[in-house]
């Protein structure tokens, strides 16, 4: 008879609910000592449906945690001038401590533009260049939220990371790139040999048989199969898919970037879909939020 081990399902909802509960004991602190509570802003162009329903996730969340959200709704004929006035009253708004200016825009304002205005101070974000700069070289940065979930992640379901080969899969500039360099770093975390797989790698499938960790984040619906997974390996799965599925009543059903069936009976650790990565996201960027409010970036 087969003596297989189960894998440990990383469970994204749990680690939320527990930093939650940290960020709400934090709040009530501040609140006790006759302090204003984190205000997060989000800036929303058009009625992009992903956007939407990220912007009410992150105004639930911060009312649960008892921050302050607001969120500034414009139509998709605001001019990228009226736009760029709008960060720099928020730059220099004391009572917000950090603002996120929602993704895609509308094609004529330039997004290049529009992140580098927003003050780095307030960017939780992450994707001022200044941060990612800073990243780079090891210093203290708000770092982009889905990379920021990925380590919380790896970090309290106590992952032995140190000296291990970590494949990346996704080069993008908020997720694959963040990640491969977070997870290089000689920190207390981390300690990886990272590769970075693309679109151009050669040979994924060996590279991936030859990793401890693997990071999936190419945007892909199952791209990652049993066939090239290692027994044992830890498989954090960033995608989030719905595919066209008969057999379910609302005719699709969600997956990620890894084919959960074939690939979790090899793994000792798994981040489902949905219920993972994902669930992170808006959590990371409270935490963020409250580093903004305390000037723990900055100083
Ligand atoms: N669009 C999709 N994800 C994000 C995000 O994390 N931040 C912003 N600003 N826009 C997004």
Do not use: W
Request: hydrophobic share 40%; with cysteine; charged share 25%.
């Amino acid at each position: 008879m087969e003596n297989k081990k189960e894998p440990i399902i990383i469970d994204g909802k749990l680690i939320a609910a527990e930093i939650k509960k940290e960020l709400s004991a934090e709040v009530a602190k501040l609140l006790d000592a006759g302090k204003r509570p984190p205000h997060l802003v989000a800036v929303i162009v058009g009625n992009d449906g992903a956007s939407e329903s990220y912007v009410a996730s992150k105004e639930k969340q911060s009312k649960e945690v008892g921050f302050m959200s607001s969120v500034y709704r414009f139509p998709d004929t605001l001019t990228e001038q009226e736009l760029l006035n709008t960060i720099d009253f928020l730059n220099n708004d004391p009572e917000v401590d950090g603002f996120i200016v929602q993704l895609p825009l509308p094609k004529h304002i330039n997004e290049n533009k529009v992140v580098q205005r927003i003050d780095p101070r307030k960017d939780v974000d992450g994707f001022h260049p200044t941060n990612g700069g800073r990243m780079m070289y090891n210093m203290p940065s708000f770092i982009p939220a889905t990379p920021f979930g990925i380590m919380t992640m790896l970090e309290r379901s106590k992952i032995d990371t140190v000296g291990k080969h970590c494949v990346v899969i996704g080069r993008s500039n908020i997720v694959g790139t963040p990640v491969a360099v977070l997870m290089s770093r000689n920190n207390n975390f981390a300690n990886c040999t990272v590769t970075l797989c693309h679109s151009k790698t050669k040979n994924i499938k060996e590279i991936c048989l030859g990793a401890d960790i693997i990071i999936v984040a190419i945007g892909k619906p199952e791209f990652l199969t049993g066939d090239m997974v290692k027994e044992g390996a830890v498989i954090i799965d960033v995608g989030i898919h719905r595919v066209e599925d008969k057999t379910k009543e609302r005719g699709y059903r969600v997956v990620g970037d890894v084919k959960f069936d074939e690939v979790a009976p090899k793994a000792s650790y798994i981040t489902p879909v949905p219920g993972g990565v994902g669930t992170l996201t808006v959590v990371s960027l409270l935490q963020n939020t409250l580093k903004a409010y305390n000037h723990e970036i900055y100083e």
